[in-house]
């Protein structure tokens, strides 16, 4: 089991990025993939999971993130993606996605995530 997540980068305040998390070993139909957010010197914590078999989403309440982020899944690339618009600083921090194998949907406690990706970074300047 891997994820490999990508597409972070240096944007501006207001603008758009969407990540990547590309996993092989099983397919993201089958499990819940969460995205987590680290900020500096602080805990990571969960943004969004999808879990494609129970069509099951979720959305952080904190910082604003429902209404700009957006989680989806591509069965054909066995990919999940983050597409995150009108970006803030807060929003600064390593974006790690992560795969549950405990059948459960979403929200999923952190705790039971199995497998972990290496994480991009996001930095949004103001």
């Known amino acids: 089991v891997q994820l490999q997540a990508s597409g972070g980068g240096l944007v501006q305040a207001g603008e758009s990025l969407r990540l990547s998390c590309a996993v092989s070993?099983?397919?993201?139909?089958?499990?819940?993939i969460g995205w987590f957010r680290q900020a500096p010197g602080k805990e990571r914590w969960g943004i969004s999971c999808?879990?494609?078999?129970?069509?099951?989403?979720?959305?952080t309440g904190i910082g604003s993130v429902k209404g700009r982020f957006t989680i989806s899944s591509d069965s054909a690339k066995n990919t999940v993606y983050l597409q995150m618009n009108n970006l803030e600083p807060e929003d600064t921090g390593v974006y790690y996605c992560a795969v549950s194998l405990h059948g459960l949907g979403c929200p999923v406690p952190r705790e039971l995530y199995d497998y972990w990706g290496q994480g991009t970074l996001v930095t949004v300047s103001s």
């Open positions: 999808i879990s494609t078999s129970d069509n099951s989403t979720f959305y």
């Open positions: 070993g099983f397919t993201v139909d089958e499990y819940p």
